[in-house]
């Protein structure tokens, strides 16, 4: 069964930094792209970052600079880091897999940015 | 960035009736659209990509059409487990979705 994982959210004051992580099963990285994105009530759904199977990566305006997506071929894992957090980052985020839109998704992680 | 305004924000309608949603976008997106299918709690579902394509294990009552800057989603005839929120998503220009359509019982 293809599935993704997302561990790694939890509350963060802001300015500070955390490391989402997006587990596969089913497929591999290497072979496949892999997005981030989050939902709030109010902004809806919102697409973040992409990392590409040749490990090429493109990002929202809205976290260029502050986000980095890498990924671990050999641990077949795809990471999102977060510097510099914001209010408005705080969202629940998943991790998908994205050949022509965005097929199977993660439960996705709560991240919550508040002092 | 291009933006999507879905229509109508929410639907009423009963079991066995035919749903259709609409997603219109500020620029062409040629045929880079998918839907999606979010019940509370849970994360997006895909169902149709690249406007018309069903992705696996859709079933065949849902169905998608248009190109440009127009598109529909249809359920030919609603189940009880079709309630829940659609979101289209383009992927001409970056990636950006709509605000959603909630189809609720009538």
């Known amino acids: 069964e293809v599935q993704l994982v997302e561990r790694g959210g939890g509350l963060i004051q802001p300015g500070g930094s955390l490391r989402l992580s997006c587990a596969p099963s089913?497929?591999?990285?290497?072979?496949?792209?892999v997005s981030w994105l989050r939902q709030t009530p109010g902004k809806g759904l919102e697409w973040v970052s992409i990392?590409?199977?040749?490990?090429?990566?493109t990002y929202a305006d809205s976290v260029k600079g502050r986000f980095t997506i890498s990924k671990d071929n050999s641990k077949n894992m795809v990471y999102l880091q977060m510097n510099n957090v914001r209010a408005e980052d705080t969202a629940m985020y998943y991790c998908?897999?994205?050949?022509?839109?965005?097929?199977?998704w993660g439960q996705g992680t709560m991240v919550t940015v508040s002092s | 960035e291009i933006v999507l305004t879905q229509s109508p924000a929410t639907l009423s309608l009963s079991p066995g009736q035919r749903a259709t949603l609409s997603c219109r976008a500020s620029?062409?997106?040629?045929?880079?659209l998918a839907w999606y299918q979010q019940k509370p709690g849970q994360a997006p579902r895909l169902l149709i990509y690249?406007?018309?394509n069903r992705a696996s294990g859709i079933p065949a009552r849902f169905s998608g059409s248009g190109s440009g800057t127009d598109f529909t989603l249809t359920i030919s005839s609603l189940e009880p487990e079709d309630f829940a929120v659609y979101y289209c998503?383009?992927?001409?220009?970056?990636?950006?979705f709509g605000q959603g359509t909630k189809l609720e019982i009538k």
């Open positions: 998503q383009q992927r001409s220009n970056s990636y950006t």
């Open positions: 998908a897999r994205a050949p022509h839109g965005f097929d199977v």
């Open positions: 620029q062409s997106v040629s045929s880079y």
């Open positions: 990392i590409y199977p040749g490990g090429g990566t």
């Open positions: 690249d406007a018309s």
């Open positions: 089913g497929f591999i990285v290497s072979g496949h792209s």
